[in-house]
């Protein structure tokens, strides 16, 4: 007899005894998976409230659009390449940690040096502190969004896993322990009229 998820079964006592040590593990791994199922779900609504944000950090960055325009009609290009070359590249760091064994990347500006020359024109200045304040705002919504996608995906993979234990590896090995238990009820039951018939016999002799 084979079941999908346990494989060829042999009705014998120690296969049984190996079959239910295994179906208790597996019942303690979807408990194990369960708990970390419900700790993922709680950290994506945790997250909930700074995904919130996407529509004021992608408004603030419309208004710097906006005022970098206005700059560049202001100022003309030669002074926007001025403010280029003053401007130091932006500068980040990046880590990797686990939040309930998910690996989350997380950014963060370690250098963001904006060009403020007094010669340069104010509108341009402007422009550029926007574009800082925007920037450094951003970062925290573009973790929250990298961390929640990795969450996510995680928990979709829990619960994928949670569902297969559940609804085809645990029944099918417990549907194969109530084959042998009945093969080897059955197989007591004919040694035991065998034995009675012998004992029959025996005493008719």
């Known amino acids: 007899m084979s079941f999908r998820s346990v494989g ?3 009705p014998t006592k120690g296969f049984l005894i190996r079959l239910r040590e295994r179906t208790r593990l597996l019942k303690s791994g979807v408990e194990a998976l369960k708990m970390k199922r419900d700790q993922l779900v709680r950290e ?3 997250l909930i409230p700074d995904l919130k944000r996407r529509s004021d950090i992608e408004r603030k960055l419309e208004d710097a659009y906006k005022i970098l325009r206005l700059a560049y009609s202001a100022a003309g290009p030669e002074e926007m390449k001025k403010a280029a070359l003053l401007t130091t590249p932006l500068l980040t760091e990046m880590r990797v940690r686990s939040v309930i064994g998910v690996e989350v990347p997380e950014t963060k500006v370690i250098g963001l040096s904006l ?3 007094p010669s340069l024109n ?4 402007a422009a550029s502190r926007k574009f800082a304040d925007a920037i450094r705002e951003m970062m925290p919504l573009v973790n ?3 961390k929640f996608e ?8 829990t619960m ?7 609804k085809i590896v645990i029944p099918d090995h417990e549907a194969a322990i109530r084959y042998i238990e009945e093969m080897l009820e059955e197989e007591s ?5 065998m034995v009675k018939k012998y004992r029959e016999i025996k005493r008719g002799e």
């Open 44 to 46: 994506c609504q945790s």
């Open 8 to 10: 060829r079964v042999l």
């Open 160 to 166: 994928r896993k949670v569902n297969a234990l559940e």
């Open 115 to 117: 060009a403020t020359s």
């Open 144 to 146: 929250s969004e990298a």
């Open 122 to 125: 104010a509108v341009v200045i």
């Open 189 to 193: 039951l004919e040694e035991f009229i």
């Open 150 to 157: 990795r969450i996510a995906t995680a928990l979709s993979d």
